[in-house]
């Protein structure tokens, strides 16, 4: 069958890696897709938020089943567009309504939903303009540090860790008053602030069952040590150590059962991923937020981790028979390492012309477009994330290994990678 895959970042040339290795792939498009995703199928520049454009590209090329990468056009509803088509009917769309994919797209939802369904998360209270006095003193007597939240999708920046009463007042007052998250935090979330380590596991859902993935580790500061400031992601590890059989079962019983349970009791219509970003306090796990689409760079660990057919395993989403199915695993470690533009996460150039994409890489290692771009020929930089390297190896250090090894080949100005992923194992 013909294949779509919306987005452009790391995760969907992973994702495009993978789809393409599917027997059931005939041809595979990318949209808009990144220079990486082009040696994997056709990109088309059209942008994932067009409802009526990505149609007419479905019904011209004969798609039969469209996979959709980022959350944005999830929140914004496109598989109910989808659904409601009478032309789009037969096509296969993977993600989940606009209605569920609330889990990620608020806050609030994803909170009101936990507590439906007793699965473990820190203790919170909602505040808008309506109750914004009643905030103010919830601040006041709430043990520090305190956790806000914004609603709403604030591109990873939404949430604030807040060390004093003071800061957090002043915070909750810019973010309700003063919209500094726009419409995003005209809601705010209050929560008790968690002390752990965080992972995050994936699982493939038709809303009924679900096929669990690969685990992995992401590491989102800037700097080595875990220091400066946040990135979308700097890289990656999978499997994830700590999260070994006796961990991982509370993580089924405590967490993912209970959340599958009730997509199902509520009549969620959910056919794809769900990312349950967890940390673990002592040796139990807590939720602290749910996506409703695969992690970036986790998916750079993931995909390359998952030994069963990805189509197949789409497919079965989409028919409800996912609970008949087997995933296999790779049982070597995977890595990735992330290669980013010189003064992210501030303000940095694009356009910068890449060397080194020539080089053979070790045939344990993968490369993985993010922001990058085709002009006159010549591969450039063109966003934040540029580029990753994942490797197998039998360890975590073995594999970074290589993967540093195989980023010294490759250059383009300001270049800047961590050298430490996966420094605490
Ligand atoms: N209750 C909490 N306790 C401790 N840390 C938290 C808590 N909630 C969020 N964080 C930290 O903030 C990060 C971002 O929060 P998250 O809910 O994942 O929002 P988003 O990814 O949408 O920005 C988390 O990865 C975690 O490091
Ligand atoms: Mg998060």
Same mark, same amino acid.
């Given at each position: 069958m013909n294949i779509l895959l919306l987005g452009s970042g790391g995760r969907e040339h992973a994702l495009a890696w993978k789809l393409v290795q599917s027997a059931h792939c005939d041809q595979l498009f990318i949209a808009p897709g990144n220079a990486g995703t082009a040696q994997c199928g056709t990109n088309v520049a059209l942008s994932a938020t067009d409802f009526p454009a990505v149609k007419d590209f479905v019904l011209k090329n004969g798609i039969g089943l469209v996979l959709v990468g980022p959350e944005e056009p999830l929140v914004k509803g496109i598989t109910d567009f989808f659904r409601k088509d009478e032309s789009l009917k037969q096509v296969v769309i993977i993600g989940p309504s606009q209605y569920a994919a609330q889990l990620e797209? @608020?806050?609030?939802?994803?909170?009101?939903?936990?507590?439906?369904? /007793?699965? #473990?998360?820190?203790?919170?209270?909602?505040?808008?303009? @309506?109750?914004? /006095?009643?905030?103010?003193?919830y601040l006041k007597q709430h043990a520090l #540090?305190?956790?806000?939240?914004?609603?709403?999708?604030?591109?990873?920046?939404?949430?604030?860790?807040?060390?004093? $009463?003071?800061?957090?007042? @002043?915070?909750?007052?810019?973010?309700?008053?003063?919209?500094?998250?726009?419409?995003a935090s005209k809601k705010v979330v209050v929560e008790a602030f968690l002390s752990g380590i965080e992972l995050s596991v994936f699982v493939l859902t038709d809303g009924k069952s679900y096929a669990l993935l690969p685990e992995a580790k992401d590491y989102k500061r800037i700097g080595e040590g875990d220091t400066g400031l946040n990135t979308g992601g700097m890289g990656a590890v999978s499997p994830v150590p700590f999260a070994d059989q006796s961990f991982m079962k509370k993580v089924v019983e405590q967490i993912i059962d209970p959340t599958v349970k009730g997509l199902e009791k509520e009549n969620f219509d959910y056919k794809g991923f769900v990312f349950f970003g967890l940390i673990k306090v002592g040796n139990d796990p807590y939720v602290i937020e749910y996506n409703c689409r695969m992690g970036d760079p986790e998916t750079e660990v993931v995909m390359p981790r998952l030994a069963s057919d990805l189509v197949e395993m789409l497919l079965a989403a989409d028919n409800g028979t996912l609970a008949q199915l087997k995933v296999e695993q790779d049982p070597r470690v995977a890595c990735t390492v992330m290669a980013v533009s010189g003064g992210y996460p501030g303000d940095y150039k694009k356009g910068l012309p890449i060397n080194g994409l020539d080089n053979t890489l070790p045939a344990d290692s993968l490369l993985f477009h993010a922001g990058t771009g085709i002009r006159n020929g010549i591969t450039e930089t063109a966003g934040?994330?540029?580029?990753?390297? $994942?490797?197998?190896?039998? @360890?975590?250090?073995e594999a970074v290994g290589k993967s540093r090894k195989a980023l010294e080949q490759i250059s383009y100005e300001g270049m800047y990678y961590r050298n430490d992923i996966g420094y605490e194992f």
């Open positions: 797209g @608020s806050k609030a939802f994803a909170k009101q939903f936990m507590q439906r369904h /007793n699965i #473990p998360t820190a203790a919170y209270r909602e505040f808008d303009a @309506s109750n914004f /006095n009643d905030g103010v003193e #540090p305190v956790v806000l939240k914004a609603d709403g999708l604030a591109a990873g920046k939404g949430v604030l860790i807040c060390q004093t $009463t003071e800061e957090a007042v @002043s915070e909750f007052e810019q973010m309700i008053q003063q919209s500094k998250f726009g419409e934040g994330r540029v580029l990753c390297v $994942t490797s197998y190896g039998n @360890s975590i250090k």
